[in-house]
């Protein structure tokens, strides 16, 4: 895609998975890609993630969608994750590390997976789990079987597919989990109709009260899913492939819900899907950059011997968000090392884009990461900067308005003419072709430099990691505390050997980095840092 870019520019067609699709990779195209929904509406190509979370109208129809932003942000909100998710996210998190302390030596990819899982399912969805520790090993492994469904053939009816093994894995996760999570949505649902009818009015105060998960993915469903007779709009209530609706409690049934277990449960997988696969990767380049990297892991361990002289041993959301070091490596890991790719959308009218183009009714658009890091002016080679404003201007009239109409900010390259790309594509140098702030493989400590979020002069303009615009991740904050945690204490309780010193040199890619299996064993020598 770099090598289109440099030739074509931020905007081009090609294929990806079998489906014609626009690239877009330019600030000025994500715009109204990422902005208006009444042009674009959020997409998901293939056909096995339909078959796990049946209905995504609250993804797609503007109404539904303020409704579920609105109410998840508040169980994801700053406010919300002191209340409810810091405290038993250390504890999930304190017990996947003694498990790797006992050990001395993990797969880094794989106990990463795990502990990502685990933090998803115990901390984030709010859907009640079994006591035992058999059955929650049990509940695990059904949700691994159902999120290894997303990756294979489209094949629902065909023993042996990932899909078919998915959809089973999730009939026995709504037996196992089922009665349970009814309960709890039928009283939730119930208290929300008391409330509702006790007060017709929401001040702004409530619309940020932080929320519990389960609670919000109910107030985010329950104006949708009522039936004619409650007098609320039938066109709005809905049933899905996976349920009947027929569970709804009694206090859900008295004032007509259609509300039903399984569509709460769809909601909760879409945030174990949302979350776990992106944390695990965070995860494991986070912990594998200060394996690697020694000048990364001083600054680190620095930085909490700092923390903890200040604080102790407390790792609050406003301590952990009080190092700014730490903070940066997490952006860098998710600018060096992306876990989300970009993302797509369908264009619901003949949109007109910058540059003259018209993204055509019906089109599949896809908005690159890559692209808009790799070609972020603020990280490319000053030496391709045209001239400075001053500069020009100590030339005269003339010079000026050579540097005019087109050219980028003062000491910035130029990405948006195509000698100005031509210019870049030529002074790139080594096997891969790619900017040096982005080839991990062959200069990682160039590319991978956390000081570069500390400066405004230096920091990243276009980064695009946690997407943008009206599908902005609403896990980012809960994303970076867990990242945060997860590294302040492995480098409080842990010395890190990679087996394999060029680890990070060598992931795999498709469509993003990811690692490599087999090569990622990590020793791990216990000690405790001293503040
Ligand atoms: C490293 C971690 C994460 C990364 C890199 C990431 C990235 C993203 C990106 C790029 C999008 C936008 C997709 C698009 O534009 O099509 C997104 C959306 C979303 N993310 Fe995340 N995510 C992360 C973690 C999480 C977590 C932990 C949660 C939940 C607890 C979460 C929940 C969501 C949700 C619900 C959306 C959809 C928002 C909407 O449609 O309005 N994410 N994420």
């Known amino acids: 895609m770099w090598k289109r870019w440099l030739e074509y520019g931020p905007f081009f067609r090609t294929h990806l998975l079998g489906y014609p699709l626009y690239v877009v990779g330019s600030p000025g195209l994500l715009k109204p890609v990422l902005g208006d929904d009444s042009a674009f509406e959020f997409f998901v190509p293939g056909k096995t993630f339909t078959m796990l979370i049946s209905d995504i109208r609250h993804m797609q129809v503007p109404e539904q969608h303020a ?15 002191s209340r409810h998710v810091m405290a038993p996210l250390r504890v999930v998190l304190e017990r996947h590390l003694d498990a790797w302390e006992a050990a001395g ?18 901390v984030l969805t709010g859907v009640p789990l079994p006591h035992s520790e058999e059955s929650r090993a049990e509940v695990r492994k059904l949700f691994r079987t159902a999120l290894a469904g997303l990756y294979g053939v489209p094949l629902p009816w065909l023993p042996g597919t990932a899909i078919h093994s998915a959809l089973r894995a999730q009939r026995r996760l709504m037996e196992l989990l089922g009665p349970e999570l009814d309960r709890e949505v039928a009283a939730l649902a119930g208290k929300m109709l008391e409330a509702e009818a006790a007060t017709a009015t929401t001040t702004s105060a409530d619309a940020e009260a932080p929320m519990r998960m389960l609670e919000a993915q109910v107030a985010a469903a329950l104006p949708f899913h009522r039936t004619a007779a409650s007098g609320a709009s039938p066109a709005a209530s809905t049933t899905n492939g996976a349920g009947t609706n027929a569970a709804a409690g009694a206090a859900g049934a008295a004032a007509g819900l ?18 776990d696969d992106t944390s695990k990767h965070l995860f494991f380049f986070a912990v594998a950059a200060a394996a690697m990297l020694p000048a990364v892991r001083a600054q680190l361990e620095e930085e909490q011997k700092q923390a903890m002289r200040k604080h102790g041993d407390e790792l609050s959301y406003g301590v952990l968000n009080d190092m700014p070091y730490l903070d940066a490596v997490i952006k860098e890991t998710i600018r060096v090392f992306p876990t989300a790719v970009g993302g797509f959308r369908r264009a619901l009218k003949d949109v007109p884009v910058e540059g003259g183009h018209t993204i055509p009714a019906g089109s599949i658009v896809f908005y690159s990461t890559h692209l808009l ?21 100590q030339k005269g009239p003339a010079g000026a308005a050579a540097g005019g109409k087109g050219a980028a900010g003062a000491g910035q390259p130029d990405t948006g003419s195509q ?113």
């Open 67 to 81: 409704v579920f932003r609105r109410r998840l942000g508040q169980a994801l909100n700053p406010g919300a994750l």
């Open 105 to 122: 030596r993990v797969q880094l990819a794989e106990a990463c997976a795990a502990a990502s899982l685990d933090v998803a399912l115990e």
């Open 258 to 275: 259609t509300l039903s277990k399984e569509q709460i449960f769809e909601r909760a997988l879409g945030v174990v899907i949302a979350s």
């Open 373 to 393: 890091n790799a070609s972020d002016p603020a990280l490319l080679p000053r030496s391709l900067a045209p001239e400075s404003r001053k500069q020009q201007q």
């Open 419 to 531: 000698a100005g790309r031509r210019a870049l594509s030529r002074a790139l140098e080594g096997p891969t072709g790619l900017p040096a702030h982005l080839d991990y493989e062959c200069r990682l400590e160039e590319a991978f430099r956390p000081e570069r979020w500390l400066s405004d002069e230096t920091r990243p303009r276009q980064f695009t990691g946690f997407g943008g615009g009206q599908h902005l991740c609403l896990g980012m904050h809960v994303a970076h505390a867990e990242a945060r945690m997860l590294l302040a204490l492995v480098v409080r309780r842990f010395d890190l050997r990679l087996e394999d010193p060029q680890l990070l040199r060598r992931v795999a890619y498709f469509p993003g980095p990811l690692p490599r299996k087999g090569a990622d064993g990590l020793l791990l020598i216990p000690r405790r840092l001293e503040p």
